[in-house]
């Protein structure tokens, strides 16, 4: 199978570390308290919501640490092992990720650093993916990972992947009919394997 991976709060504990730096941001250099609005959101950009920073903040604030989050965040526990054994099985793994690059920082080579230095394996690597669903069908994905609730109904309702949210705190009650909810990569490898016995 084609199995189609996102990488942050899917294959790396992103959140945790750019939840504190966000709040040292707000903190330290808007000089306010950090207003956390814990409203769920569909996309990606859940820090800058919770936040209410300003469209110039925002960009002040990936300016500055975009790079030191991504060189810094965790890979999720057991993480490198099942992927591995997913393509021991002989199943092609695509990372699919909406990192962009930087005019400052090659966010691109930051990426594939941390991949090696995690021992993450895959066939094929896409970065700056807004649209998943394009590598989505054009590599003809079978199954599909993400923790955007956004971009895994897109890919649910635009595509004949098997789609699966990675759970995480900001998602935690966004449901689909479409959508199976994964808790950990145990859980998600469980169901991949049975899907492939399935079919």
Not at 37 to 51: G, P, R, S, V
Not at 52 to 69: R, S, V
Not at 110 to 115: A, F, Q, S, V
Not at 158 to 176: C, E, I, P, R, Y
Request: proline share 1%; charged share 30%; with cysteine.
């Amino acid at each position: 199978m084609n199995i189609g991976i996102d990488i942050d709060d899917t294959i790396s504990e992103t959140y945790a570390t750019l939840f504190e730096y966000a709040q040292k941001y707000t903190i330290e250099e808007l000089k306010r308290s950090p207003v956390f609005d814990n409203t769920k959101t569909t996309n990606h950009f859940y820090i800058e919501l919770m936040h209410h920073w300003t469209k110039e903040e925002a960009l002040k604030f990936w300016n500055k640490y975009y790079a030191k989050i991504l060189r810094k965040v965790n890979i999720k526990t057991f993480a490198t092992e099942k992927i591995k054994k997913l393509k021991e099985k002989g199943n092609k793994i695509y990372l699919i990720t909406a990192r962009w690059d930087m005019e400052n920082h090659n966010v691109k080579e930051i990426t594939l650093e941390w991949l090696r230095n995690n021992d993450v394996q895959y066939d094929e690597f896409f970065m700056n993916a807004d649209e998943k669903l394009k590598i989505v069908k054009d590599k003809n994905i079978d199954v599909f990972v993400d923790d955007s609730f956004d971009n895994c109904k897109s890919i649910a309702y635009g595509s004949n992947a098997k789609v699966f949210l990675m759970d995480t705190w900001v998602n935690k009650n966004l449901q689909d009919e479409k959508i199976t909810r994964v808790y950990s990569w145990p859980h998600l490898y469980q169901k991949i394997v049975k899907l492939r016995e399935e079919n």
